[in-house]
């Protein structure tokens, strides 16, 4: 880490040598380092704002250059039920997929209507398996069969108990 009128921050040599195992770990260093109360006031302080915005910026960053993503596009459906459908096992073919081989260490799911972007949501692949679990078990999601001639078993999770939200209909 470099240091700049006495705090840290992560240079362009450091993000090079961070490998897929410790980019969480370097995210929390970065982001203990350079945490502080000042940050959290009810001013409009840009240098503030401005600090604390470039720390997720850099995590952001970290996430996409040193990390695998498999990415999903929630179609349309998404708006209108509240769920986005998470596939977990392929009956054709009588083997898992989706969320339950996945290699990616993130998961980004992408919420589009009528062509139009609406977001995108990226959370650790170990994180959302374990959610998706947590919220089948409790009743709030539940699985189905869908996707062609209704092979894809998956997993149908409110999007507010996965993301914090519901969509506006």
Request: zero cysteines; hydrophobic letters at 35%; glycine letters at 6%.
């Given at each position: ?57 850099k995590t952001l960053a970290l996430i996409l250059q ?104």
């Open positions: 880490m470099g240091v700049d009128n006495g705090h840290n921050y992560i240079t362009q040599k450091d993000i090079n040598k961070i490998t897929t195992k410790d980019v969480v770990t370097k995210i929390q260093e970065y982001f203990k380092a350079n945490l502080n109360k000042k940050m959290f006031n009810n001013n409009s302080d840009f240098d503030i704002d401005l600090k604390f915005g470039q720390i997720y910026e040193d990390t695998t993503i498999e990415v999903k596009t929630e179609r349309d459906t998404w708006k209108k039920t509240g769920n986005i459908a998470i596939e977990l096992h392929n009956h054709h073919r009588h083997l898992p997929s989706g969320l339950s081989v996945t290699k990616a260490d993130y998961w980004a799911t992408i919420l589009v209507d009528n062509f139009k972007f609406y977001g995108v949501h990226i959370l650790p692949v170990d994180y959302l398996k374990r959610r998706v679990k947590e919220i089948v078990l409790s009743g709030k999601g539940r699985i189905t069969h869908g996707g062609d001639y209704n092979a894809s078993e998956m997993a149908l999770i409110p999007i507010k108990e996965i993301f914090g939200y519901a969509p506006n209909n």
